[in-house]
């Protein structure tokens, strides 16, 4: 079973995520969207698009996304298989959280990382 495929998004968190939002999008060249992000296409070495984005984001501090993890970023990463990499990552004694998300977007889990950084786990709809 492969594990992890690519990073689908990074998110993290500031004091004032519109300053900071717009500190990168000056000074870095980020095209930051209302929404508080940006989306970068993959593309292979020719430069043409193959299929999948990586999403950044910044939200505000006080968003409890990132609990039961105390950290102030979060990694998502592209998985194949969810349901099958969760149950691999019990029977490992990792600290696998309970809920998962399924939406239009994909599916979802949690696991804490072994310095209790929670990770998200993204399996996207099919064709993406």
């Excluded at 000056?26 to 930051?32: N, T, W």
């Excluded at 949690?110 to 998200?120: C, P, R, T």
């Amino acid at each position: 079973m492969k594990r992890v495929t690519g990073i689908g998004g990074i998110f993290f968190h500031a004091k004032d995520p519109v300053a900071l939002r717009a500190w990168y999008k000056r000074h870095l060249g980020i095209d930051v969207q209302d929404w508080g992000g940006a989306a970068f296409t993959w593309t292979d070495d020719a430069g043409h698009p193959t299929g999948g984005t990586t999403v950044w984001s910044i939200g505000a501090a006080d968003n409890q996304h990132y609990a039961p993890g105390t950290s102030s970023f979060m990694v998502n990463y592209r998985v194949d298989d969810l349901a099958a990499l969760l149950q691999a990552l019990r029977d490992e004694g990792c600290r696998v959280l309970e809920n998962t998300e399924d939406s239009e977007y994909g599916k979802f889990g949690w696991v804490l990382d072994a310095e209790g950084n929670k990770v998200e786990l993204w399996q996207p709809p099919p064709g993406q």
